[in-house]
């Protein structure tokens, strides 16, 4: 699937992100040590999906809590991709990538 990668400035150098548009309300793509690993959709009908969507509608917890969880429990850093308010954007390119949903052995120890 093609993304839509911003290249841009910050005061520690050049990061990149994914950004998902402003409509993709319910899509989150998961950085895992700061590189792109994972997309969640809570509108498609995975299995995985699913399963993230009742935790987030069941516990009233938040996609952050989600992942900083899982983080603790596997041992590994999970986060979003978050792109600074303030920022001088280098470059904005298109990237193919396969990012697949969050692994349900992880979803299923919170």
């Known amino acids: 699937m093609e993304y839509s990668q911003i290249s841009f400035y910050t005061l520690t150098g050049v990061k990149k992100a994914i950004n998902l548009g402003d409509f993709a309300h319910g899509e989150w793509v998961v950085y895992e040590f700061n590189k792109p690993k994972y997309y969640i959709n809570l509108f498609s009908k995975l299995e995985a999906d699913a399963l993230v969507h009742s935790i987030l509608n069941k516990r009233e917890i938040t996609i952050d809590v989600i992942l ?5 429990n ?8 978050r792109i600074p308010f303030v920022n001088i954007i280098k470059k904005v390119e298109l990237v193919n990538l396969e990012l697949p949903p969050l692994p349900l052995t992880w979803l299923k120890k919170l």
């Open 68 to 72: 900083q969880r899982i983080s603790k």
């Open 74 to 81: 596997e041992g590994i850093g999970l986060t979003l991709g």
